[in-house]
Antibody, heavy 117, light 107 residues
Framework: EVKLVESGGGLVQPGRSLKLSCAAS????????MGWVRQAPGKGLEWIGE????????NYTPSLKDKFTISRDNAQNTLYLQMSKLGSEDTAIYYC??????????WGQGVMVTVSS | DIQMTQSPTSLAASVGESVTITCLAS??????LVWYQQKPGKSPQLLIY???ILEDGIPSRFSGSGSDTQYSLKINSLQPEDFASYYC?????????FGAGTKLELK
């Protein structure tokens, strides 16, 4: 069974950094692109970015490129999202997802990040 | 960036009815269109990719159509579990932008 479990969320002060993790199991992590999507409370989905199998290609949505960094550790079957200079606009549920070509076919349950003083 | 415009924003329907949700891309995306369903408090679920290809396990009452810039998701004979939000996604080029979503509610 494919499982994606995000962790590392919580309450963080404006301007601080936070690193999310996504532990993958039930499939060969090395064989898949992975990505992150977020959803602000009561809002729609926002594509954050994706990373290829060997981390040689990483794509971001332009508005987040200077704040967020996607990485992965294939030995640990784990995807990461490093977020910096957080603001209230970054308050959201963050989902990791497995990419099969373009669509995300499996999603984690999401982790809440709240940016507030 | 490719902009995805979904309509309607919300839609009320009854069990057994059929509904259609549309998605307009700001440029030709050559059939690279994905649809997801999201129920309250849950993660999105892949429904359709490549504009028309039903993901495994998705009921055949869901269908996708379209080309160039205009795409549609049709749900026939609505079931109680279909009342949810639906999102389209540009699959042609990064950033893989989503539409703003359509909330399908029970009339």
């Amino acid at each position: 069974e494919v499982k994606l479990v995000e962790s590392g969320g919580g309450l963080v002060q404006p301007g601080r950094s936070l690193k999310l993790s996504c532990a993958a199991s039930g499939f060969n992590f090395n064989d898949y692109w992975m990505g992150w999507v977020r959803q602000a409370p009561g809002k729609g989905l926002e594509w954050i970015g994706e990373i290829n199998k060997d981390s040689s290609t990483i794509n971001y949505t332009p508005s987040l490129k200077d704040k967020f960094t996607i990485s992965r550790d294939n030995a640990q079957n784990t995807l990461y999202l490093q977020m910096s200079k957080l603001g209230s606009e970054d308050t959201a549920i963050y989902y990791c997802a497995r990419a099969t070509g373009i669509p995300f076919d499996y999603w984690g349950q999401g982790v809440m990040v709240t940016v507030s003083s | 960036d490719i902009q995805m415009t979904q309509s309607p924003t919300s839609l009320a329907a009854s069990v057994g009815e059929s509904v259609t949700i549309t998605c307009l891309a700001s440029e030709d995306i050559y059939g690279s269109l994905v649809w997801y369903q999201q129920k309250p408090g849950k993660s999105p679920q892949l429904l359709i990719y490549g504009a028309t290809i039903l993901e495994d396990g998705i009921p055949s009452r869901f269908s996708g159509s379209g080309s160039d810039t205009q795409y549609s998701l049709k749900i026939n004979s609505l079931q109680p579990e279909d009342f949810a939000s639906y999102y389209c996604q540009n699959g042609l080029s990064t950033p893989y932008t989503f539409g703003a979503g359509t909330k399908l509610e029970l009339k």
